[in-house]
């Protein structure tokens, strides 16, 4: 009964807002094939023992609904259908395997999506040259974009040039408004440069990232390292506890806090921040004991 009303629910959505569903219905036939790896046919099935209605049920149920809403032949709006095929695009080329992505996004296929995808996949298959050859081509077409920026600086840092990423970073992390994710990766690549210059400039960065993003514990490591040369050990041991406490590593993690507020001064933001991570880590560990 609730996934019935919820599909329902989602072709009313669909109504309301002039979008076809096809969608829905093609995404309900692919669950249904994948249902048919596991059984050769649904007269096997106990309804009664599944934990949810079979997915060609839904299926038929729905039909009727979406062949006779008044949006089924309508085409998506061009600008949603657009950034559709961005993140499909993304995610084929950083998810599949770079052959399969390449196959499904021939050369052939000069539109902004496809050059996206051959250049995670180019990046993935460790051919630097022909990735940056597909990412120069969407700066290109939009040198404001700065998540093509952040692409462009990502293949150049991992590709062992974290100097020449710098500049499409800085430029990503500005258009972005400070995403904390493309910041951590401007941050990662001011330390890999090993330039004094850039120490300052990585700490800063990094710390505002995991201030708006405290989960991401390769951004506390970096700071860490960034903290470490600037010669600020006790901040150095802090961010370390962060991102221990972070991979559940207790022990590391009231260890590194407990170091930073032996000379982190008494009373100070960052010492009531490593005291509430050694307390915590300790109570964790305390109770595994039990």
Request: net charge neutral.
């Amino acid at each position: 009964v609730q996934e019935a009303s919820a599909d329902a629910a989602a072709i009313g959505f669909l109504d309301k807002a002039g979008i076809t569903g096809k969608g829905m219905l093609s995404f309900f036939l692919k669950m249904r094939k994948e249902e048919y790896r596991y059984i050769s046919s649904y007269s096997e099935v106990d309804p009664f023992m599944q934990t949810h209605p079979l997915s060609g049920d839904r299926e038929a149920a729905l039909s009727t609904d979406v062949l006779k809403s008044p949006n089924y032949n309508k085409k998506p709006d061009p600008e949603l259908d657009a950034k559709f095929q961005r993140i499909k695009a993304k995610l084929i080329g950083y998810m599949d395997d770079p052959t399969s992505a390449l196959r499904k996004y021939p050369d052939s296929d000069q539109s902004s999506s496809a050059h996206y995808a051959r250049a995670y996949a180019w990046h993935r298959g460790a051919y630097p040259d022909k990735a940056i050859e597909e990412v120069d081509k969407l700066v290109a077409s939009a040198p404001q974009d700065p998540y093509f920026r952040e692409l462009q600086g990502q293949i150049l840092l991992e590709s062992g040039k974290p100097k020449e990423a710098l500049a499409p970073l800085r430029l990503a992390v500005q258009g972005s408004r400070g995403a904390p994710l493309i910041a951590a990766l401007l941050g990662h690549a001011l330390v890999a440069t090993e330039d004094q210059a850039n120490l300052q400039e990585a700490r800063d960065v990094l710390k505002v990232a995991v201030a708006r993003d405290r989960d991401n514990p390769f951004a506390w490591y970096t700071l860490g390292m960034a903290y470490a040369r600037l010669g600020d050990e006790p901040r150095a041991q802090l961010a370390t506890a962060e991102r221990y406490s972070l991979i559940g590593n207790n022990r590391l993690a009231m260890a590194s806090a407990e170091a930073a507020m032996t000379r982190i001064p008494r009373g100070t933001p960052d010492y009531l921040r490593a005291e509430d991570i050694a307390l915590a880590a300790r109570g964790a560990a305390s109770d595994r004991r039990r």
